[in-house]
């Protein structure tokens, strides 16, 4: 069972920026694709910004150009760098990794909450 642990939520005022991280437990990113998602109040989990296990970005366009996902492998760490940050982007953030078939399989971590406001 994979652990995904997240940290580095908060306040910020709209403008600012925030980086979030996620470690997990064992060395998956060669297999896995890792994910940022966001849930606010109210509304449906989606899908912010994916790295694949050979390294390739796609970002919500929501995102695009503010928010950048990276991953330091030694560390089996994924991070997403928050720029430009709106009260939009005010969610709780989950990091995700997805194995897709035929062996496919979900990891969630716990989420942390991003808050901005001024």
């Known amino acids: 069972q994979v652990q995904l642990v997240e940290s580095g939520g908060g306040l910020v005022q709209p403008g600012g920026s925030l980086r979030l991280s996620c470690v997990a437990s064992?060395?998956?990113?060669?297999?896995?694709?890792m994910g940022w998602y966001r849930q606010a109040p109210g509304k449906e989990r989606e899908l912010v910004a994916r790295v694949t296990s050979v390294g390739s970005t796609s970002y919500a366009d929501s995102v695009k150009g503010r928010f950048t996902i990276s991953r330091r492998n030694a560390k089996n760490t994924v991070y997403l760098q928050m720029d430009s940050l709106k009260p939009d982007d005010t969610a709780v953030y989950y990091c995700?990794?997805?194995?897709?078939?035929?062996?496919?399989?979900?990891?969630w971590g716990q989420g942390t909450q991003v808050t901005v406001s001024s």
């Open positions: 995700n990794a997805h194995r897709g078939p035929p062996r496919q399989q979900d990891y």
């Open positions: 064992e060395s998956i990113f060669s297999i896995y694709a």
